[in-house]
Structures are given as structure tokens and as C-alpha cells.
């Protein structure tokens, strides 16, 4: 704020910078677009073209996965690259490229194209010596994997993606020390991994140590809510849904203070309250946040399936009351969105996970 009143560009898009660089890490991923968006502008009016690059690569990911917009992401790729380019082309910011293109691929099913992009980027580094720990580059190897990780885990590959996110996170903990908030969030990763293997009790393990890791550095945040969110989801599978319910209501309530109204995350923080209340047989109570889940992804429009799984749960609600005049609206709904964000594949219509 104190920047902006000095009106220098170079100052503005360096506080701009910082700023971006914790909202994407750690709180609300629609609040990080718009510092993207302006820091590619005024970066490039200061001129700073790393900053500049850097941005650009980030509103990758943002835009393709968290936005749920990856042809608007395809068609981003080529600016996100001359500015790279324009930067000098540093190793740093090529495999920031690199690494980001893998999230955009992943979003349009190009799991093959995406891996050969994340091995190019994983090459480059240790060519430039960022396997050793002294090296300012050794973080951007956890990086890499963890986004290994999602491919992987994408091509249901789930044994191998634990290991990319086992890597990520020893390579995390010698940058930056065990217990650094980013560890969370590859405990979150595995713990969904165990949840497709079929491994409930596993997955709650490592919920629970995102957990703590959340509420003892960072407190009450967007992803402290995420990590409350996904360990009451998991819990379902191995605890009486009445017993979780508090939990869910914090991740909510914590998602609808702190989160911009229109941010795609919220919509899944969302549907895992509601799927918890109506578990616990508080049907009309999961019903209203059904409800808002689809409200929020209208407001943002993020091609987010949570948005259908949403419909479909809201239409089961009204089939079971005997509102099938209601029930049929949401279910045609939620067939043409998934459909559209989706394509008909046969997972996404045999009925909510």
C-alpha cells in the first residue's frame, strides 16, 4: 500500500512481488490472479522483466487449474514464454516455465506431455547444481516433484506419485527445516493418493500432520480451512459423520470469512461441509450448502467439477424428499457441466465420491 502511494513503478512491482508470492503460497488463489495480473503490467513498467516472467508463469497454474480455465491457459503459454525469454532466459525461470506448462497440459489430459515437460525442467536444474543444498535452486526440485506428483497421480499412478511427493517434501524439509508450512501440502497430496489407493487410515494419518502443521504457523487461513476440509472427507470413511461435523463448520465458516467470495477453492471447501452434514443426517442444512457451493462457481465461472458433483448431490436431496421436478433440473444440470468441463468420461457418471 505504502509503494503504490510512491507511484514508482520498480518499488511498486517489487512489494507487488512479495505480496504475490505468499497470497499463492498460502491464502486465497483469486486474490493471487489479481496481484499476477497487476504485476505483470507494472513490472513491466518498471521494467523487471524476471518479475514480469515470473508472473506471467504463475497465472499458468492459476488460471488453468485453481480457475478451472485451461484454454484460456493454453492460449497464455507463448506471452508466459517471451517473457521468460525476455528475462534472459535463467534456469530458474525456464523451469518455473516448464514446471507451470505441466499444470496446464495436466488440465487437458496431455499426461505424457506434461511428464517430458517436468523431466526437461528437473535436467535443467541439476545441470545448473541445484541438487546440493546450498543451492538457491534446491527448492525448485521440490517443486518440480511435487507437480510430478499431480501428473502422476492424474494417470492413476498413485504408488509412484507418493514417491514424487515424498521427494518433494524431503527436499522441502533441507531447504527450509521440518515443519515449514509447505510441508503441509504435500502431506494434503499424499493423503489423497492413500484415499484413491483404498487407504483410509493412512490418508488421515497425513491429513493430520497438515493439520497441525497449519494451526501452528499459520492459524486461521484459507488453507488451514483446506486442510480441515479434506481430513473430515477422509474421516467419513473410517469415523461417525456426526463426530466431524464441528470440524467441517470450522473449515466452512473459516473459507466464507477469509476467502474472496468468488474463489474457486471455496467451492470445494463447500461441497466437503456439505457432504459431511448430510452424511450426519442433516440433510436440509447440506442441501443449503450444496446451494452456495453452485452459487460461488456461477459467481466465478471456474470450470470447477465440484460444481456438477454439487448438482447431483442437491438433486439426490430433492429425489429422496419426492421433489422429482427439482431432482430432474439439477441432475440435467449437472450432466451437461460435466459434460462440458469433463468431457463424458465414465468416473464422472457413476455418481458422487
Same mark, same amino acid.
Given at each position: 500500500?505504502?509503494?503504490?502511494?510512491?507511484?514508482?513503478?520498480?518499488?511498486? *512491482?517489487?512489494?507487488?512481488?512479495?505480496?504475490? +508470492?505468499?497470497?499463492?503460497?498460502?491464502?486465497?488463489?483469486?486474490?493471487?490472479?489479481?496481484?499476477?495480473?497487476?504485476?505483470?503490467?507494472?513490472?513491466?513498467?518498471?521494467?523487471?522483466? *524476471?518479475?514480469?516472467?515470473?508472473?506471467?508463469?504463475?497465472?499458468?497454474?492459476?488460471?488453468?487449474?485453481?480457475?478451472?480455465?485451461?484454454?484460456?491457459?493454453?492460449?497464455?503459454?507463448?506471452?508466459?514464454?517471451?517473457?521468460? &525469454?525476455?528475462?534472459?532466459?535463467?534456469?530458474?525461470?525456464?523451469?518455473?516455465?516448464?514446471?507451470?506448462?505441466?499444470?496446464?497440459?495436466?488440465?487437458?489430459?496431455?499426461?505424457?506431455?506434461?511428464?517430458? @515437460?517436468?523431466?526437461?525442467?528437473?535436467?535443467?536444474?541439476?545441470?545448473?547444481?541445484?541438487?546440493?543444498?546450498?543451492? $538457491?535452486? %534446491?527448492?525448485?526440485?521440490?517443486?518440480?516433484?511435487?507437480?510430478?506428483? %499431480?501428473?502422476?497421480?492424474?494417470?492413476?499412478?498413485?504408488? =509412484?506419485?507418493?514417491?514424487?511427493?515424498?521427494? *518433494?517434501?524431503?527436499?522441502?524439509?533441507?531447504?527450509?527445516?521440518?515443519? +515449514?508450512?509447505?510441508?503441509?501440502?504435500?502431506?494434503?497430496? &499424499?493423503?489423497?493418493?492413500?484415499?484413491?489407493?483404498?487407504?483410509?487410515?493412512?490418508?488421515?494419518?497425513?491429513?493430520?500432520?497438515?493439520?497441525?502443521?497449519?494451526?501452528?504457523?499459520?492459524?486461521?487461513?484459507?488453507?488451514?480451512?483446506?486442510?480441515?476440509?479434506? %481430513?473430515?472427507?477422509? @474421516?467419513?470413511?473410517? =469415523? %461417525?459423520?456426526?463426530?466431524?461435523?464441528?470440524?467441517?463448520?470450522?473449515?466452512?465458516?473459516?473459507?466464507?470469512?477469509?476467502?474472496? =467470495?468468488?474463489? $474457486?477453492?471455496?467451492?470445494?471447501?463447500?461441497?466437503?461441509?456439505?457432504?459431511?452434514?448430510?452424511?450426519?443426517?442433516?440433510?436440509?442444512?447440506?442441501?443449503?450448502?450444496?446451494?452456495?457451493?453452485?452459487?460461488?462457481?456461477?459467481?466465478?465461472?471456474? +470450470?470447477?467439477?465440484?460444481?456438477?458433483?454439487?448438482?447431483?448431490?442437491?438433486?439426490? &436431496?430433492?429425489?429422496?424428499?419426492?421433489?422429482?421436478?427439482?431432482?430432474?433440473?439439477?441432475?440435467?444440470?449437472?450432466?451437461?457441466?460435466?459434460?462440458?468441463?469433463?468431457?463424458?468420461?465414465?468416473?464422472?457418471?457413476?455418481?458422487?465420491?
Amino acid at each position: 500500500a505504502r509503494a503504490r502511494t510512491l507511484d514508482r513503478a520498480p518499488t511498486t *512491482a517489487r512489494a507487488l512481488f512479495a505480496v504475490a +508470492h505468499v497470497e499463492s503460497d498460502f491464502t486465497s488463489s483469486s486474490s493471487a490472479a489479481a496481484l499476477m495480473r497487476e504485476l505483470t503490467v507494472v513490472a513491466a513498467r518498471a521494467p523487471d522483466d *524476471a518479475a514480469a516472467a515470473w508472473a506471467w508463469c504463475n497465472l499458468l497454474r492459476l488460471t488453468a487449474f485453481d480457475a478451472g480455465k485451461a484454454a484460456e491457459a493454453l492460449a497464455m503459454l507463448p506471452a508466459a514464454e517471451a517473457a521468460v &525469454i525476455r528475462a534472459g532466459d535463467p534456469v530458474e525461470l525456464r523451469a518455473l516455465f516448464l514446471q507451470q506448462t505441466a499444470e496446464v497440459y495436466m488440465e487437458v489430459e496431455r499426461i505424457p506431455d506434461a511428464l517430458r @515437460a517436468l523431466d526437461d525442467a528437473r535436467q535443467r536444474l541439476i545441470r545448473a547444481g541445484a541438487e546440493a543444498v546450498t543451492s $538457491p535452486l %534446491h527448492d525448485r526440485i521440490a517443486e518440480v516433484e511435487e507437480t510430478r506428483g %499431480h501428473a502422476l497421480s492424474r494417470a492413476g499412478q498413485c504408488e =509412484k506419485a507418493i514417491a514424487a511427493y515424498t521427494e *518433494a517434501r524431503r527436499v522441502t524439509e533441507e531447504a527450509y527445516g521440518v515443519g +515449514h508450512p509447505l510441508i503441509a501440502y504435500f502431506y494434503i497430496n &499424499i493423503g489423497v493418493c492413500y484415499r484413491n489407493l483404498g487407504r483410509f487410515e493412512d490418508a488421515l494419518a497425513v491429513y493430520a500432520e497438515a493439520l497441525k502443521i497449519r494451526r501452528a504457523r499459520l492459524g486461521p487461513s484459507p488453507a488451514l480451512a483446506w486442510a480441515l476440509s479434506v %481430513h473430515a472427507d477422509a @474421516a467419513l470413511q473410517t =469415523k %461417525h459423520p456426526e463426530k466431524l461435523v464441528d470440524e467441517a463448520e470450522e473449515a466452512y465458516a473459516m473459507g466464507l470469512q477469509l476467502m474472496a =467470495k468468488d474463489d $474457486p477453492q471455496l467451492i470445494t471447501i463447500t461441497l466437503g461441509a456439505a457432504v459431511v452434514f448430510e452424511a450426519a443426517g442433516n440433510v436440509d442444512r447440506a442441501r443449503d450448502m450444496y446451494s452456495s457451493a453452485i452459487e460461488i462457481g456461477e459467481r466465478s465461472g471456474a +470450470h470447477n467439477v465440484n460444481v456438477p458433483i454439487s448438482l447431483l448431490n442437491r438433486g439426490n &436431496i430433492a429425489r429422496t424428499k419426492g421433489d422429482c421436478r427439482a431432482a430432474l433440473v439439477d441432475f440435467e444440470r449437472s450432466l451437461a457441466l460435466f459434460t462440458e468441463y469433463r468431457a463424458p468420461r465414465a468416473e464422472d457418471l457413476d455418481g458422487p465420491t
